[in-house]
C-alpha cells in the first residue's frame, strides 16, 4: 500500500490505561472511560492517540508484560469495548497507535508455560534459556550482563542448571528473534491488530529484538554489562525489514520505535525512508540535562546547553532523511514542568507553555502525555510504599544495601520514578477528581487536587487553551511542519533559540529559562515580524522576555 505519510504533521496525544478515567468506580481506568473523554482530547486538537497497553496482562510491569496480545486486559473491559473505541476514535478523525511489546513476554504467556513443560517443546526455541555456569559449587547464570530493573538479566528455572533472558523485570521472558518462528508470530499479531483498523505501532524497546551470538562475559563488567550484545544487535534492521515487509507496509500505518542507548548512525538507518524499517524514534537526551550521566534518580544542576544538544542534535541529524519526535513527558518519567530548575510553583502557567512551545515548534512530530496539558506536576509520596513502579522499588532497595540513609534514598526515587506520571488523572473538584466516583485507586492520587481540567479550562491563564494555538500551527503551518532547524546562540546559557526555514518562509523561536527578564536581540530579518504565538500578551516583540516567556515569530 502507498503511504500517505499521514504522521508528518500529526499531533499524538499518549494515554496511560490504568490512569485516566475509571468509568465503573472499580479503582482502575477503562476503555468506557476513554471514550467518555474523547471529545475533550478531539477538542485539544490533536491527530492521534497512542495507547499503553491495554493488553491482558498480569502487571508485573503495569502492562508492559504481555500475557495474551489479542485479547483486552478485563479491567479495562472487552475485545468489544475496544472496537467500540476504535470506532469513536476514528468516527472523530482521529487515529489509534498501539503500545506493541515485542523484545519479552510475561512469564504468564502460553508461549513461555509450554516453554517450561519439557525441554522437547517447540517453544522453548521461542525464548532464550541457556546452562548456568559451574564455579566450584556454584552455580552462575550464563553471562554477566544485568538487566534495566533487577540485577542479573538471567534467572535461574526452578532447581534446574538453566536460566531465562530477561533484560527487565524477570517476569518479563525476552523473545528469541533468531528463530523465524517467533517472528511470523509477531508478524500474525500486528497483522491481527492492523485488519480491525489500528493505525500504528509504538514498539517498546525494539533496539534491543537482536542480540550478538554466542553469548559471552562483557569484560566491562559494571551496571550496563552487556549492552554491547544486545543494543543495536547485528540483524535488528534485517528483522525491522522483515515486519515492515509482511505486516506494516500492507497498511497507511506510522511505526515509532522506543530506542534503549542507541547510536546515532543505527537511528538514522532505522527512519531513513528508503530503509522500510520504522517511520521514526523516540530521542530522550534532552531529558538527561538534569541527572547525573542520565541516571534519572540521581539530580544535577540543570544543565542548558545539554538540553540544547539533546534536543537539536536529531532535528538536525533526521532531517532531509527521516522523520523525527518531540517528546516532553510520557508514562516512564517526573513531570516536564518540575524539572530543568524551572519555578514552576509560581510560574506554572509559563514553565508549562514554555517547555511546550520550545520542544514541539521543533521539526518533528509533538507527543502529548495525559495531565501535560493543564500543567500536572509531581505528587508529594511520603514514601516508597506509596510507589507503585517496580523499578522505584528495586532501585531504593538496592540503595539501601548499600547503607544509604532511608530518607536520601527514598529523596532520590522521588525525584526521578515514572510513578509520578501515572497517578491518576485530575478532571474536576469532585471526589478523586473526577477520576472515578470514589473508589481507592489504583494509585494513590497526586495531592494538587486543584490542578485539574475543570480548573484549567475556566482560567484565564489556561494550559489547554494555549496547547490548542500551538497544536494548530503545528499541524497547519508549512513551517512549522517541514522546516529546517537552525540553532542560534549555543552557549547562552539564559536562553534557547531557534530558527524554522522552508522555501521561503522563516519562523523564530526564543525562550527564557529565567525568572527574570533577560534582554535578548533577535535576527535583523525578524525586526518587524508578526507574532504568531507567546505566552505573554504582547503585540510586538520589544527585545526583552519576561520570565519563561516564549515567543514565536513569523516573517511577514
Given at each position: 500500500?502507498?503511504?500517505t505519510?499521514w ?8 494515554i496511560?490505561?490504568f490512569?485516566f ?6 479503582g482502575?481506568?477503562?476503555i468506557?472511560?476513554i471514550i ?7 477538542n ?5 492517540i ?14 508492559y508484560?504481555i ?5 483486552i486486559?478485563s479491567?479495562?473491559?472487552t475485545?468489544e469495548?475496544?472496537d ?7 468516527s472523530?478523525?482521529l487515529?489509534?497507535i498501539m503500545d506493541?511489546v515485542?523484545?519479552?513476554t510475561?512469564i ?5 508455560k509450554k ?5 522437547d517443546s517447540?517453544y522453548?526455541?521461542?525464548y532464550?534459556i541457556?546452562q548456568?555456569?559451574k ?7 550464563p553471562?554477566?550482563?544485568n538487566?534495566s530493573?533487577?540485577g542479573s538479566?538471567w534467572e535461574r528455572?526452578?532447581d534446574?542448571?538453566?536460566?531465562y533472558l530477561h533484560l527487565f523485570c ?6 528469541n528473534?533468531?528463530?523465524?518462528k ?18 500504528g ?5 525494539f533496539?534491543?529484538?537482536?542480540k550478538?551470538?554466542p553469548?559471552?562475559d562483557d569484560?566491562?563488567?559494571?551496571v550496563l554489562?552487556g ?6 544487535g ?8 522483515e515486519?515492515?515487509e509482511k ?5 497507511d ?5 522506543e530506542?534503549?542507548?542507541?547510536s546515532?548512525d ?8 528508503d530503509?522500510h524499517?520504522l ?12 541527572s ?6 540521581f539530580k ?9 544538544d539533546g534536543?537539536f ?6 532531517y ?11 508514562h516512564?518519567?517526573?513531570r516536564?514542568i518540575?524539572?530543568f530548575g524551572?519555578?514552576?510553583k509560581?510560574y506554572?502557567?509559563e ?5 511546550s512551545t ?9 507527543f502529548?502525555y495525559?495531565?501535560?496539558e ?6 508529594d509520596?511520603?514514601?516508597v510504599d506509596e ?9 531504593y532497595?538496592l540503595?539501601?544495601h548499600y547503607?544509604?540513609?532511608q530518607?536520601l534514598a527514598f529523596?532520590?526515587?522521588?525525584f526521578?520514578?515514572?510513578d509520578?506520571?501515572r ?5 474536576d473538584n469532585?471526589?478523586?477528581?473526577g477520576?472515578n466516583d ?7 492520587m497526586?495531592?494538587h487536587?486543584?490542578?485539574?481540567v ?8 489556561s ?5 490548542q494555538?500551538l497544536?494548530?500551527?503545528?499541524k497547519?503551518?508549512?513551517t512549522?511542519?517541514n ?5 542560534c546562540d ?7 533559540a ?10 523564530f523561536?526564543?525562550?527564557n529559562?529565567?525568572k527574570h527578564?533577560?534582554k535578548?536581540d533577535v535576527p535583523?530579518?525578524?525586526k518587524n515580524?508578526k ?6 500578551d504582547?503585540d ?16 511577514q
Open positions: 500500500m502507498t503511504k505519510h504522521y508528518k504533521n500529526a499531533v499524538v496525544y499518549q496511560y490505561p490512569s478515567k475509571d468509568s465503573n468506580n472499580d482502575w481506568g477503562d468506557e472511560g467518555s473523554k474523547l471529545d475533550y482530547i478531539k485539544l486538537g490533536v491527530s492521534a497512542w495507547f499503553s497497553p491495554l493488553y491482558d496482562s498480569p502487571d508485573y510491569d503495569y502492562g508484560d500475557k495474551d496480545y489479542r485479547a486486559d479491567k479495562f473491559g475485545m469495548d475496544f467500540r473505541l476504535l470506532n469513536e476514535c476514528h472523530r478523525g487515529k489509534v506493541m515485542i523484545n519479552h510475561s504468564e504467556h502460553e508461549w513461555f516453554a517450561l513443560e519439557s525441554k517447540p522453548r526455541d521461542y532464550i541457556r548456568g555456569k564455579k566450584g559449587n556454584k552455580l552462575l547464570p553471562t554477566n550482563w538487566s530493573f533487577t538479566a528455572i526452578g534446574t542448571d538453566e536460566y524477570k517476569e518479563q521472558a525476552d523473545l528473534w533468531e528463530n523465524p517467533v517472528r511470523q508470530e509477531i508478524e500474525d499479531i500486528l497483522n491481527f491488530w492492523l485488519s480491525k483498523g489500528v493505525d505501532f509504538r514498539f517498546d524497546v533496539n534491543l529484538f537482536s550478538v551470538y553469548f559471552e569484560p566491562a563488567g559494571g554489562a549492552t554491547k550484545y544486545f543494543v543495536d547485528p540483524r535488528i534492521h534485517e528483522f525491522l525489514k515486519i515492515n505486516a506494516l507496509s500492507l497498511y500505518s506510522y511505526t515509532v520505535g530506542t534503549y542507548m542507541p546515532i543505527n537511528c538514522i538507518k532505522y527512519i531513513d525512508e530503509s524499517e517511520d521514526s524514534v523516540f530521542n530522550f537526551e534532552h531529558l538527561a540535562s538534569d547525573i550521566n542520565g541516571l534519572k534518580f544535577k544542576p540543570f544543565d542548558i546547553k545539554q538540553f540544547k534536543l542534535n536529531p532535528q538536525r541529524d533526521y532531509g532523511k527521516g522523520w523525527n519526535t518531540l517528546v516532553l513527558e510520557n516512564d518519567v517526573p516536564s518540575c524539572r524551572l519555578d514552576y509560581k506554572r502557567y514553565v508549562s507553555t514554555l517547555l520550545i520542544t514541539y515548534m521543533g521539526f518533528g512530530i509533538p502529548i495525559m495531565g501535560q493543564i500543567g500536572s506536576i509531581n505528587t509520596f511520603n514514601n510507589m507503585k513502579d517496580p523499578v522505584s522499588h528495586f532501585v532497595d540503595l539501601r547503607k544509604v540513609p530518607a529523596k532520590f526515587i522521588n526521578g520514578c515514572r509520578h506520571a497517578v491518576p488523572m485530575q478532571w469532585s471526589v478523586n477528581a477520576f470514589g473508589h481507592t485507586p489504583w494509585q494513590r497526586n495531592n487536587l486543584d490542578i485539574n475543570e480548573n484549567d479550562l475556566k482560567s484565564n491563564k494550559i489547554y487553551a494555549y496547547y494555538k497544536i494548530e500551527i503545528k497547519t503551518n508549512d512549522a511542519i522546516g529546517k532547524l537552525e540553532e549555543h552557549n547562552n546559557k539564559k536562553v534557547i531557534y530558527t524554522r526555514t522552508y522555501n521561503d518562509r522563516k519562523i523561536v526564543v525562550g529559562f529565567k527578564n533577560t535578548y535583523c530579518e525578524f515580524a507574532i504568531l504565538l507567546s505566552n505573554y504582547c510586538c516583540y520589544n527585545g526583552e522576555l519576561k520570565p519563561y516567556q516564549v515567543v514565536v515569530l513569523e516573517q
